[in-house]
């Protein structure tokens, strides 16, 4: 818990970066279990194979940033090698969602690289990989 003085306002600025990456380290942590492993504590769910699983809070915003910034750095004469190590390199970029970042790519390179070379929109790729509702 952050100490709520004015006398301390540095040390509460702190103790609130520090529970900001608590919580995306949780994230992380969620993010590398398999769906059968994950549980219904982020209240985002989605079906896998018939079972629902739990999404990791982040993965929405993840797909929709680096599927930009990906789209905004192609060609439509782009190879998917090219795309692939686009891909690649967004995650090394994202910070603390680098590790579900990179499993997020990994699970869905074929389907991404496939996507990202049509006029599809992002929100739309992100919505039918189910990283967003």
Known sequence: MCISSPVLMTINVSCTILQEKVLAVRALQTAVKTPKEQSYTSGQR???NGVAVAKP????????????????????ASSPDEITGKLRAGCEQIGFLRSMCKGFVKRYLSVLVEELSTTDEVRSICVSLKACK
Not at 57 to 76: E, H, T
């Open 46 to 48: 989605s079906d896998v």
């Open 57 to 76: 809070p982040g993965v929405c915003w993840a797909c929709k940033w680096l599927l930009n910034k990906v789209k905004k750095s192609i060609s439509a």
